[in-house]
């Protein structure tokens, strides 16, 4: 496609439920990055893949929170049991290159998560 | 970690100039982006800036000073669609990947 497609994009979960949330990045991009943003709060860092391997998963909030690019190309972030805290958009991005350094990242719409 | 500072919101008249101020303290420097984001739509690129000084790109300019941790976006000749929030981003130390947020500048535009 021709951006960076999430689905899905509204999802409201029970608490205690599982989530699996998916993203499409650019075709051929080699960077993937989550990013987790809360309401009125700038994006925070999830995770990063280099195409299938996940270097960088220092900003997952707890180990309920699970990501792989198994192929190097569609990428799935799951919440596991999810809690009230969790609620906010979940945006993935990617970038052409290795690194993220001055290169441009492209971010898709974001996963609204509710959890009531 | 890094601290990042925007102003919460700013308000200016169509036509007018806008320029939304962003302070950074970070271990290490790779570089300095400006993102726009429209309510409910995902954040596009604006600028970079890594080396100091004044990028100009048609009406936004965004301006970095390193030695003072300082960077602004100027935003020229308003127009009601750039109504949006306006998010500085650093990416400092050995991973250049991660980026780091401040929490966006709302602006809004008035007729």
């Known amino acids: 496609g021709a951006g960076v497609s999430q689905s899905p994009r509204y999802k409201v979960a029970k608490r205690g439920q599982d989530v699996a949330l998916r993203c499409d990045p650019i075709?051929?991009?080699?960077?993937l990055f989550w990013y987790q943003q809360a309401l009125g709060q700038g994006p925070e860092f999830l995770t990063y893949?280099?195409?299938?391997?996940?270097?960088?998963k220092s900003g997952l909030p707890s180990d309920r929170f699970f990501a792989e690019r198994p192929e190097g190309s569609v990428s799935t972030l799951k919440i596991q049991r999810t809690q009230q805290e969790d609620s906010a958009v979940y945006l993935c991005?990617?970038?052409?290159?290795?690194?993220?350094?001055?290169?441009?990242?492209?971010f898709g719409e974001g996963s609204w998560l509710t959890v009531v | 970690g890094q601290n990042i500072d925007q102003p919460t919101e700013m308000t200016a008249t169509e036509g007018a100039i806008v320029q939304i101020n962003c302070t950074y303290q970070?271990?290490?420097?790779?570089?300095l982006f400006w993102y726009q984001q429209h309510a409910g739509e995902a954040p596009t690129f604006l600028s970079y800036?890594?080396?100091?000084g004044l990028e100009e790109k048609g009406r936004f300019s965004s301006f970095l000073s390193r030695s003072k941790g300082y960077s602004y976006l100027l935003l020229k000749e308003l127009q009601m669609k750039d109504s949006a929030s306006y998010l500085c981003a650093v990416s400092s130390g050995s991973n250049d990947y991660k980026l780091s947020f401040g929490a966006g500048t709302t602006v809004t535009v008035r007729a």
């Open positions: 991005a990617s970038s052409l290159a290795p690194t993220g350094s001055g290169n441009t990242i492209y």
């Open positions: 970070t271990s290490g420097f790779n570089g």
């Open positions: 800036n890594v080396l100091d």
């Open positions: 893949f280099q195409n299938e391997a996940q270097l960088d």
């Open positions: 075709s051929g991009h080699v960077s």
